[in-house]
């Protein structure tokens, strides 16, 4: 793989720019087990692609601002028929989007704020000679934040979201879909004492096909200068995402969208504490539990198709602990080491529909265990930063028939400054070369490594790199 990225940039009081641009030549060629334990080589897999960004911002009284940001994305692919074909499907993309967003810290009056968004995306794309689909995507959000009094903090706001899919396939039934969803909520904040702060919110979420309430309720006490309880209870309702109703791939041999979805419904809660032992030591625990009916899991069918499905009741209940340790040679000193392990423990259970507690089944991509951790050290003029992360296994379908490997990934990254104006960096991903698999039966690739130069460079008042 080769890519190049670039960014120049120039700022000033009233107004400030920013463009950027990257390009990628991709072979992703790599080598894999098979389902028999033979070695291939993946190939029909190349990419070339590109885009750029530019963003605006214009500043206005009060502090307020308004940023205009454009993007554009470039993409032509050659896109496996099947995950162990030889041939493959040329596939063109193309993504043009726009965002204007108002950030005003006074609205009004002293104790008013908000902020707005309108954006807007395009997507063209072309698989094969055959099928072509082509997405229209707005988006709408408005907030508001009235600070009330010292104790008293009352945020509000809308957002909507509007699709529009038109799809010219050889099997498409539906060419031509829409969807639009959107809420309203209102939160208050309420600061009881001085270390206890009480948050109860509600939001109404609809898709135009049905309106539902989704409440929130939470605390946050701080007990002295070392540690902070936080404690919340809400429901999980959350509407199909669009790509679970609408996604296509080429041909819809690999993967399709399900327009039959239902909503997901359920409760959950969680405790989470905030530590603090000193400079050097801190420590975020926590514990969760969650339910959750008409759960929702992508799954291959006989045909190995992938496809999301409605597979029954989902229930999950777990920790986590996040350990973090500082450690500075000495004062006036710029180097130092941060150690952050981290494991997580999931517990899951999956009722299908119509099934008793004996038959459950565990939730599809849910290991039970997950230790990792990060291993930052920086001397100034550099970093190195070390990551790993183990999964147990965890099984790849709703009927826990597919199983997914437990693994081990480790990664490195290395940045070098090379004078005033350059960085060298490296990179090495899974460094061990394990084997692994992302989901069932779709191979990662082994060992990789990135290596590269960054230029910055100041003309004037403004920077480039």
Do not use: C
């Not at 994305?73 to 050659?78: G, I, V």
């Not at 063109?92 to 002293?110: I, K, M």
């Not at 030591?281 to 969650?290: G, H, I, N, P």
């Amino acid at each position: 793989m080769q890519s190049l990225s670039f960014f120049a940039a120039r700022g000033g009081e009233g107004f400030s720019w920013r463009a950027s641009g990257f390009g990628n030549v991709a072979g992703n060629h790599y080598l894999y087990e098979d389902d028999f334990g033979f070695a291939r080589r993946k190939v029909s897999n190349e990419v070339v692609d590109g885009g750029g960004n530019l963003k605006l911002m214009f500043a206005m009284p009060d502090d307020a601002h308004v940023l205009f940001d454009t993007k554009a994305y470039y993409a032509r692919k050659n896109f496996p028929i099947t995950m162990n074909s030889v041939g493959s499907a040329l596939a063109t993309e193309l993504v043009l989007a726009g965002n204007v967003s108002l950030a005003a810290p006074v609205a009004f009056r002293d104790d008013l704020a908000t902020e707005a968004s309108l954006g807007y995306q395009a997507g063209f794309g072309n698989y094969g000679v055959r099928s072509s689909t082509n997405d229209h995507h707005v988006t709408a959000i408005n907030r508001w934040s009235w600070y009330r009094s010292d104790r008293l903090t009352i945020l509000s706001g809308v957002d909507w979201s509007f699709l529009y899919v038109e799809t010219d396939s050889p099997v498409e039934l539906r060419p031509v879909k829409t969807g639009n969803r959107g809420g309203i909520y209102l939160t208050a904040e309420y600061r009881v004492l001085e270390n206890l702060l009480v948050i109860g919110s509600v939001k109404g979420v609809t898709d135009t096909k049905s309106a539902v309430p989704v409440p929130k309720a939470g605390l946050s006490w701080r007990i002295g200068d070392s540690v902070t309880l936080k404690n919340n209870y809400f429901r999980s309702f959350k509407f199909p995402d669009f790509d679970d109703l609408y996604y296509r791939s080429p041909y819809d041999s690999t993967a399709v969208g399900n327009p039959n979805l239902r909503p997901e419904d359920g409760w959950g809660t969680d405790v989470v504490g905030e530590f603090s032992f000193g400079e050097n030591v801190s420590l975020v625990a926590s514990v969760f539990a969650q339910h959750t009916s008409d759960s929702i899991h992508w799954t291959r069918s006989s045909g190995r198709r992938w496809s999301p499905e409605n597979v029954g009741t989902a229930y999950f209940a777990g920790a986590d602990f996040r350990p973090t340790f500082t450690v500075k040679p000495g004062r006036g000193n710029s180097a130092s080491i941060k150690i952050g392990p981290s494991y997580q423990f999931q517990y899951s259970w999956l009722l299908p529909d119509g099934a008793y507690s004996e038959a459950s089944r565990r939730i599809p991509y849910s290991p039970i265990h997950v230790i990792g951790g990060i291993i930052d050290v920086g001397w100034g003029t550099g970093s190195l930063l070390l990551s790993g992360q183990y999964e147990s296994p965890s099984f790849a379908d709703a009927g826990n028939r597919l199983f997914v490997d437990s693994s081990f990934i480790a990664n490195a990254t290395v940045n070098q400054n090379a004078g005033k104006h350059m960085v060298l960096f490296a990179s090495l991903r899974n460094i061990f070369n394990a084997r692994y698999e992302s989901f069932s039966a779709y191979p990662m690739p082994g060992i990789t490594m990135t290596v590269g130069l960054r230029i910055n460079v100041k003309v004037g008042n403004g920077e480039g790199e």
